[in-house]
Nanobody, 125 residues
Framework: QVQLAESGGGSVQPGGSLRLSCGLS??????MGWFRRTPGTEHEGVAA???????TYRDSVRGRFTVSRDSAVNTLYLQMDNLQPEDTALYYC?????????????????????WGRGTQVTVSS
């Protein structure tokens, strides 16, 4: 059974940091990504990493967020630094059977078939 479980969300002040984790069980993913969603909006791609380690970031988080994966423990991470109020959202991890997603394809939600339940990130003063 395929399962993804996010953790690490919380509330921080602007400029703070959080590290999200996503544990996978039941399969080995190809490309993996982080998405976020606010009420009334669609999922937007935040960061992704494919099977050969190529990373992709949306422009608004590049330089502040770092995506990584540890295949030994089947876990995806998102290190988020210098968080801003506009980063407030429900963050989801997702996996794709495609091995080499990159660029805009890596941040497109319809390329991912398995999703976690999400973890809330709130940035406010």
């Amino acid at each position: 059974q395929v399962q993804l479980a996010e953790s690490g969300g919380g509330s921080v002040q602007p400029g703070g940091s959080l590290r999200l984790s996503c544990g996978l069980s039941g399969f080995t993913a190809g490309s993996m990504g982080w998405f976020r969603r606010t009420p009334g909006t669609e999922h937007e791609g935040v960061a992704a990493v494919n099977s050969v380690g190529t990373t992709t970031y949306r422009d608004s988080v590049r330089g502040r967020f770092t995506v990584s994966r540890d295949s030994a423990v089947n876990t995806l991470y998102l290190q988020m630094d210098n968080l801003q109020p506009e980063d407030t959202a429900l963050y989801y991890c997702a996996t794709s059977w495609s091995l080499y997603l990159s660029g805009s394809q890596a941040l497109a939600p319809n390329n991912y078939g398995n999703w976690g339940r999400g973890t809330q990130v709130t940035v406010s003063s």
